[in-house]
């Protein structure tokens, strides 16, 4: 590919169990529950459900209620109150459980000159900052409501997911005036298909059952990611 071109294209990361091992809503949760603005028995839930999704992939009924409390909980908050909680669980967890080879995919395209984007159902604030601390081109996540910086509880367009993470990702093309063909877009569940087959360039990352037949089936790459990569780096970087 030309450089020309390259400077057209964007690769598209989900987040959960795609850029990091597990639910990044999940240590927002524990983040809320040391401020003291979540009990302890959704922390209890929100563990339950963080162990399945990582052993088993998404299941739409448990991110829908874990998503319903924490609407819940932001509730006459104000976004800089995210943003700070949503940086200081970065710095303090998240960072710890990137996957090096999904991110060192994604700083690949940054120096081939593509963008890279997160698109991802967790709220628009908490993506943002993902996508600040690693110094990706961006995010596109779930637009909660406000009214003079407050939230309400209500969404702005319904959750990033599924078809609606593919529009997402389509509008951001047409304003980067990128080349869908041209693209990449990297996932490890079945209901991210159709942002995968908006691409010319899916890549799939760690697999569900049926996302891992529908890849087999259409010849797309496979990640095949281990536990023992993120320690191996962790080791790495206590040591410099």
């Given amino acids: 590919m030309s450089e020309a071109n390259a400077a057209r294209s964007i690769a598209f990361f989900d987040v959960d169990n795609t850029l990091m091992r597990g639910a990044s809503l999940y240590h927002l949760g524990i983040g809320a529950w040391r401020r003291r603005l979540i009990t302890r028995r959704d922390i209890t839930s929100f563990a339950w459900k963080q162990a399945r999704f990582i052993a088993v992939g998404e299941n739409r009924v448990h991110l829908a209620s874990v998503r319903e409390r924490a609407l819940e909980v932001v509730v006459g908050h104000n976004r800089a109150e995210l943003i700070d909680l949503s940086r200081e669980i970065f710095d303090a967890r998240l960072i710890r459980l990137l996957w090096p080879e999904t991110v060192a995919v994604a700083r690949a395209h940054l120096e081939a000159g593509r963008e890279v984007w997160l698109v991802s159902a967790t709220a628009q604030e908490v993506a943002d900052v993902i996508a600040e601390r690693l110094g990706f081109t961006g995010a ?11 939230f309400t509880g209500r969404l702005i367009d319904g959750v ?12 951001q093309a047409v304003r980067s005036d990128a080349d869908l063909a041209d693209c990449w877009a990297y996932s490890d569940s079945h209901n991210d298909i159709p942002l995968l087959d908006l691409v010319g360039n899916p890549v799939v990352v760690n697999p569900d059952a049926t996302l891992q037949r529908y890849a087999m089936a259409r010849h797309w790459p496979i990640m095949r990611l281990g536990r023992g990569s993120i320690a191996a780096a962790a080791r790495a970087s206590k040591k410099r």
Wanted: proline letters at 0%.
């Fill in 160 to 171: 990033c997911h599924g078809d609606q993470k593919a529009e997402a990702a389509r509008g």
């Fill in 140 to 150: 596109l996540g779930t637009v909660l409501e406000t009214v003079e910086g407050v």
